[in-house]
């Protein structure tokens, strides 16, 4: 089950026990065995599902739920929690600074998505202001420094490799050195993946390690094989001091929740997941906002971090501002828009947003999105200035009536667009600014407070 599904699951589960009139043993067992088929069908291991189900037993105790409590939002809180503690390995151990060079090693089977992961990483930290560079120490795997040197070019990330050179350790020592000559400050040794653990690659990660004395070990683990990830982890942990892990594929694999709870039964953390074979398909795995997004209610930590990321500088201000002001104004959803259109990943900003992405722009569908959004953005335009000021600025979600009929009849006849068109358009809007509203109050966080932000958002 694809996390999407796995969490709609969940929440329609949670869904049909909020629509019960009373809330009995009968309905919340029904809630229960909907979360625990869904649970299993994405591979979580039976034992972590049996002891979830239990737990949410023993705390909501309905019989002792005095009237009056809202045994609804008790037992909602109980599956978020225990979701957060089957997926929470505890917190990482390690900082790293800015402006220090740090060295971190990527280690993972072959096939994993290591070498593709270790550019992401990159790329997300030069976009905070790092200055990472790359090192291929993948001396197996013919065509290992190609494929690095050609996603470091796009990424326009420095890196260092041979095509001669046979020895991994010397490769990595001489890599390490010259970029911290250079003033790098994350310095990324990509290592050999080999094809299954056997004790050949195991030596060699011992080796790199030794020489390279990485601040931090990544592994990179592909999500597709389920709980097996535990084992697989546990092989890793055992043979190299493994400081966090990151999960690959979570995009396309049915057991990715399987993956996830078994590497956090390992007691390794999770820091990012991998959501797609592009450069930025990468997000920061942080447990709460992650079960919250993926029981449809909203990251907004993670939505705060994207839009730092793709908002350019000189507009995140005034785009915080009008967040924390809650006003989603026809202007905001044009300007929104004309971000969507320059640059494309703000779409994954919006897919953190409870309801957002999946209609606005769909997965897979990003060139119908587009054209659809142009489509919108030519009946803004055709609003007569006066009119399209007028609309920009006072239509918002508690002033809806200025839109009435005389107006949307006009806005069609002047873009040439049906009129149905035009009420797509307002419903369109009047679904973002419902979800736009929920930031009222939010925080503005300051630069490197993003990890932080807004817990209590998604309580
Ligand atoms: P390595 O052998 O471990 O270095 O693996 P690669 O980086 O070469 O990746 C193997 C394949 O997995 C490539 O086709 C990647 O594009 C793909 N891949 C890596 N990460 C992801 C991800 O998060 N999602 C998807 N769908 N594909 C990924």
Redesign the pocket.
Known sequence: MVLAQLGGSISRAIQQMSNATIIDEKVLNECLNEITRALLQSDVQFKLVRDMQTNIKKIVNLDDLAAGHNKRRIIQQAIFNELCKMLDPGKPSFTLKKGKPSVIMFV??????????CTKYAFYHQKKGWKPALVCADTF?AG?FD?LKQNATKAKIPFYGSYTESDPVRIAVEGVERFKKENCDLIIV?TS?RHKQEAALFEEMRQVSEATKPDLVIF?MDSSIGQAAFDQAQAFKQSISVGAVIV?????HAKGGGALSAVAATKSPVIFI????HMD?FEVFDVKPFVSRLLGMGDWSGFMDKIQEVVPMDQQPELLQKLSEGNFTLRIMYEQFQNILKMGPIGQVFSMLPGFSSELMPKGREKESQAKIKRYMTMMDSMTNEGKQKMLTELDSSNPKIMNESRIMRIARGSGRHVREVMEMLEEYKRLAKIWSKMKGLKIPKKGEMSALSRNMNA
């Open positions: 993972g089977l072959q096939g994993s998505g290591k070498t593709t992961t795997r290992a494929q990509d993946g990179v690959t594929k979570m995009d396309g991998g959501t797609g074979e398909e």
